[in-house]
């Protein structure tokens, strides 16, 4: 089966600018989550749709980020504007159903944002 | 709240040595599972292991063993005889019963030839 697909797998952009990445989750995953790494730090929790619906969203650091995940298939997580403090390594993952954590998480590559 | 501590944030060794990584969590659940991670320098999150909060057993698989110590909140990995392979960022996560994964800071093994 395919893994977890992210796009770009790099971004450069400047301050102030509109960024979206985008994250395809495997087939029949409804669980799908977004992180994300700055330099050097834990990766940190951002939110958590399960199908369409958004779970949790208390890891989003502040109103610039936007999540959306449309029809529960992929999602898209817009950064506007960006700040130089955005930069990292965005992570998506998703997992089957399940009441009881049982699964972990399968990760993409993926995306590195740079913002300068 | 849910926290993993992995104090050692950088490790050198040379080819064939053994080394552990260090990884403490606390969380309140009294169901939950952990979880160790391998980010290669190509960047994907690689899945090792996942253990569960009742099953205190080691694990052994080939190079890798897990030491999990409920008593003393603690889930360590060792790589033995490492190889300059594993090199990579290595992540410690705990899942509880909120359904989401926390991880640790990542320990940056860098093994040399």
């Known amino acids: 089966e395919a893994g977890v697909t992210q796009f770009p797998s790099h971004s450069v952009i400047e301050k102030g600018q509109t960024v979206t990445l985008r994250c395809d989750p495997i087939?029949?995953?409804?669980?799908l989550y977004w992180y994300r790494r700055v330099m050097g730090k834990e990766i940190k929790f951002l939110l958590h749709?399960?199908?369409?619906?958004?779970?949790?969203e208390s890891g989003m650091p502040n109103n610039r980020f936007l999540a959306e995940r449309t029809g529960g298939t992929y999602s898209t997580l817009k950064v506007q504007p960006a700040e130089l403090e955005d930069s990292g390594v965005y992570f998506c993952?998703?997992?089957?159903?399940?009441?009881?954590?049982?699964?972990?998480?399968?990760f993409g590559s993926g995306t590195r944002l740079t913002v300068v | 709240a849910q926290k993993v501590t992995q104090a050692q944030t950088e490790i050198s060794v040379v080819e064939k040595e053994d080394v552990t990584l260090d990884c403490v969590y606390e969380?309140?659940?009294?169901?939950?599972?952990l979880f160790w991670y391998k980010q290669p320098p190509s960047g994907e999150l690689v899945f090792l292991i996942r253990?569960?909060?009742?099953?205190?057993q080691n694990e052994i698989s080939g190079r890798y063993s897990w030491n999990f110590q409920k008593s003393t909140s603690s889930f360590n990995f060792t790589i033995t005889a490492s190889q300059v392979v594993d090199s990579a960022v290595y992540f410690c996560?705990?899942?509880?019963?909120?359904?989401?994964?926390?991880f640790g800071a990542g320990t940056r093994l860098t093994v040399k030839p």
């Open positions: 993952a998703s997992s089957p159903w399940t009441g009881g954590g049982v699964y972990g998480y399968t």
């Open positions: 087939s029949g995953h409804d669980n």
């Open positions: 749709f399960v199908k369409e619906s958004k779970q949790d």
């Open positions: 969380t309140r659940d009294t169901t939950y599972y």
């Open positions: 253990r569960n909060s009742f099953d205190e």
């Open positions: 996560a705990l899942r509880g019963n909120n359904n989401d994964m926390r």
